[in-house]
């Protein structure tokens, strides 16, 4: 159903043929994905597949060797996409002598949102992520998983219509964790495209479909169900461990 | 909009650490305040020895400040040798003989003057009539280089700072955050240099002021000029910092072009007399932002020249500025193509 949907309708993110290599290394070897409209994608590979060169790829921050990536229907990187994506990096890149709620009206003029707007939003993530209480303090005081929420509540600031997280719950104890996955279920019913990179199976399976990344080859796509199917296996694991072999 | 935002952001940023706005500003201060010290003091006056010399002449060299000791020829050689006096007197036949202690030249050279003018003075009584264009007489050589100190502890610091900071953006990931926002290149760049700009306005400001007033450093000219020369020095070491930390992966590393980057300038902008180097080399001074800013402050403190004869220099100050301006933000295509 998927596929024949995304043929009529143009995805909201897609790559094409993307190969990228730094200097003679080359890191990711001709990838084709697709994400429609108002869905969740989620990349799974271990640390060093190439996950997070793909998802920076996307965002626009780095650019394919070969190949091409469209987002919302331009070609990227753009400036003007921008600021249609909200990005969550792997490691926190915060200012950390600043306070947090300086760190959120940096970003907030970054994107240009107006003083009211701001003040609004400001306060809507921050008690999504359950940090209201802790707006004036510096973020060098923080400890890990609160600056991991800080930084995701800097990508959903402005309300961008894709969001592209790289690791987003590393860090975050169980119980924000499923507040965080309620969030992105509710982002996505209102109409927004997440690609979250992961390298936990069982977050995996929250995912609508899933993107299997080993060496820079992106060796499966399809639902968590389908590709569980497909290979007959019980868990993502085995699947992943399926498609990792046959490769080999 | 968003290069108001990155400038306040650095503003904030250099708010909270108030250790590194106490060490821009008192440092520079401090080290200022010891070279006045040193290089304040009085005209030297060399002990000098003397065997058998005739009365007239020691009266001369008393006259010339100098401080006599009588000996023996076998006690002067003994107090030579302990480097007790700078130089020994020996009138044989008339003539005198000067043996110098020698390890230290302008000591032998402070002898050397002073026995002459003694000797001359015991010929011919007409004194000659000194004025001075510039400067002035007993003008100490922190005078004369106190103005090139300034410019170069402006240049100095703030290419630390402005280094560290920037690379501490790109170590930290911030850089790649920001660039994954509609943030154009040439905003962040322009955003720093206010930010940075407003910081050393009132860094190098306070530093003019308290060679001038409090270190009591020569100047003639207008402080106005000063402060110009100075923030322009600032803004040229803010842009070449920022410009050299896209080649450091650490602060180590920036540490590092402090010998590349600032040690030749200080040693071409005039600090030291070059007139006697080959004429090609001393041109070498003619590529370094410093050459300019020092040239122009000395016109302005020691020579009280306007306008007119510094505006090569802050012309150059700023060709310098526009010129790391665009090489940063061509440098940051690195990180993000567009």
């Not at chain 1, 923080?142 to 509540?153: D, E, F, N, Q, V």
């Not at chain 1, 290979?231 to 046959?246: H, K, M, R, V």
């Not at chain 2, 610091?157 to 509609?182: H, M, Q, W, Y």
């Amino acid at each position: 159903m998927d596929r024949a949907t995304s043929i009529n309708h143009l995805p909201c993110i897609r790559a094409d043929h993307i190969n990228k290599s730094f200097g003679k290394k080359p890191v990711l070897f001709d990838i084709n994905i697709e994400v429609p409209y108002s869905q969740i994608l989620g990349l799974l590979g271990p640390s060093g597949s190439g996950k997070t060169t793909l998802v920076k790829l996307i965002a626009g921050i780095e650019t394919a060797t070969s190949g091409e990536i469209y987002l919302l229907g331009e070609k990227m990187p753009s400036l003007k996409m921008m600021s249609k994506v909200g990005y969550m990096a792997q490691s926190d890149a915060l200012y950390g002598e600043l306070t947090a709620l300086e760190n959120l009206q940096f970003f907030a003029s970054m994107y240009e949102l107006s003083k009211a707007r701001q003040k609004q939003r400001i306060e809507e993530v921050m008690q999504l992520v359950e940090l209201s209480g802790h707006l004036k303090k510096q973020v060098k005081q923080y400890s890990g998983g609160m600056k991991r929420r800080l930084s995701l509540a800097i990508a959903l600031l402005h309300e961008p219509p894709v969001l592209i997280l790289d690791e987003p719950t590393v860090g975050i104890d169980p119980v924000l964790r499923k507040s965080v996955w309620e969030e992105l279920y509710k982002l996505r019913s209102n109409g927004t495209t997440i690609l979250v990179t992961t390298h936990v199976m069982d977050e995996a399976e929250k995912c609508d479909n899933l993107g299997m990344i080993r060496e820079g080859k992106l060796i499966a796509v399809g639902s968590p169900y389908e590709l569980k199917k497909a290979t007959s296996s019980n868990t993502i694991e085995d699947a992943f461990l399926f498609y990792g072999g046959a490769r080999e | 909009m968003r290069v108001k935002a990155v400038m306040l952001r650095i503003l904030r940023q250099q708010g909270h650490d108030k250790r590194t706005i106490g060490l821009m500003i008192l440092a520079p201060m401090l080290v200022l305040t010891l070279m006045s010290f040193i290089f304040n003091g009085a005209e030297y006056h060399p002990k000098i020895g003397v065997v058998n010399a005739p009365l007239s002449f020691i009266n001369k060299l008393e006259d010339n400040d100098a401080k006599i000791v009588r000996y023996s020829e076998y006690e002067a050689e003994n107090a030579l040798e302990l480097s007790k006096i700078d130089a020994v007197i020996n009138f044989r036949g008339g003539i005198p003989y000067i043996k110098l202690e020698g390890s230290d030249p302008s000591k032998s050279n402070a002898v050397i003057r002073l026995t002459q003018n003694a000797l001359q003075q015991t010929i011919s009584m007409i004194k000659p009539d000194i004025t001075y264009l510039y400067g002035y007489k007993n003008m100490s050589s922190f005078d004369n280089f106190g103005p090139i100190l300034i410019g170069f502890f402006i240049f100095f610091f703030v290419f630390l700072i402005a280094g560290v900071s920037f690379l501490s953006e790109r170590d930290t990931g911030t850089l790649e955050r920001i660039l994954a926002t509609p943030l154009r290149r040439w905003e962040l760049v322009m955003g720093y240099i206010l930010g940075f700009g407003v910081f050393t306005i009132l860094q190098s400001s306070l530093i003019a002021w308290y060679s001038i007033s409090i270190l009591n450093i020569m100047m003639v000219g207008s402080f106005i000029l000063v402060l110009l020369i100075t923030i322009l020095t600032a803004l040229v070491a803010l842009t070449i910092g920022t410009f050299i930390s896209a080649y450091a992966n650490n602060e180590l590393q920036m540490i590092q072009f402090i010998p590349i980057i600032v040690v030749p300038q200080v040693f071409f902008s005039g600090l030291f007399d070059l007139s006697t180097m080959t004429p090609w080399l001393q041109y070498i001074g003619r590529i370094m932002p410093l050459w300019y800013a020092a040239d122009a402050l000395r016109n302005i403190m020691i020579r009280g020249k306007g306008w007119n004869d510094i505006a090569t220099d802050v012309v150059v100050l700023i060709a310098f500025c526009a010129f790391f301006t665009v090489a940063n933000i061509l440098a940051l295509k690195k990180h993000r193509k567009i």
